[in-house]
């Protein structure tokens, strides 16, 4: 007999509402017209901001970031860009660039192999190197602390960059990030395979326990979680952000969730091209920069 389509397959959601729950394209009006802001604003910051272009962080794979350097002693910013894990680049995220870098960070931009040319295990790796990479680093990019930051998929990686297990692994000691930024993050990525972005990742039981950020909360930690999520966007997504904060919270660590309810999964990035917005003062304030935008 065959199955009923409309029976739930994760939670109360049957296949086609929950391929339509994670399908983060179809969420707003025009990606296009969303990711075009992304391009142009990024554009105007590789033209406006000082900036180290195409460092190679992993000789592995030969994986790039760009720096957009501050003044000595700075605390560095890191950004894992979105995009399903499998499209946007370092060069199309240059927009978060302004909000931190005016509230005395320096920023740097980071790309990874893209599925499916890369698992998304080789993904976390990649960024990790990253992490590592900067550490290792700190006297030249950065000696104020480091802080990282991501959506979507790239909110997912930040999750993979608090997990705890790993560090050691990289030669990073447990504190090496103070503060995490999580951006509409897919912090239990199970429901995935349920929908179209399984084509790309490929994903089973070991590499769903592997590679959920919610499964691997580190039972101490120093890192302070920011973590948002647009009022615009899709219930599933509003709920790993609130799911996964909770959990963090709930084993004792700092945590805040900032309330974005005017956005949507792709404008809410947009926000760290502010320095008057409402993402690059709380990251400034959870790193213990206390004055207000630098001219």
Known sequence: ????????????????????????????????????????????????????????????????????????????????????????????????????????????????????????????RQTRAAVAFLHARRAQYGTGGLAVGGSSAGGHLVGMLLAGGWQADFGLPDDAIAVGLALSGLHDIAPLRATHVDAWLGLDDAAIARNSPIRHIPDRSATTLLASVGGLETSEFRRQTADYAAAWMAAGHRGEVIAMPRHNHFDIALDLARPDGVLAPALAKAMGICSGPKD
């Open 1 to 124: 007999m065959a199955s009923n389509t409309n029976e739930p397959i994760y939670r109360s959601f049957d296949r086609a509402t929950l391929d339509c729950e994670y399908n983060a394209r179809e969420s707003v009006a025009s990606f296009d017209a969303e990711y075009a802001k992304y391009v142009s604003v990024s554009a105007e910051v590789q033209q406006e901001h000082e900036r180290i272009a195409d460092i190679v962080y992993d000789e592995a794979s030969g994986e790039t970031l760009d720096i957009y350097p501050a003044e000595p002693g700075a605390p560095l910013f890191l950004w894992v860009h979105g995009g399903y894990w499998r499209a946007s680049s370092k060069d199309d995220n240059a927009f978060v660039v302004p909000g931190p870098k005016a509230h005395g960070f320096a920023v740097a931009v980071m790309n990874y192999t893209l599925a499916p040319q890369a698992s998304l295990d080789e993904i976390i």
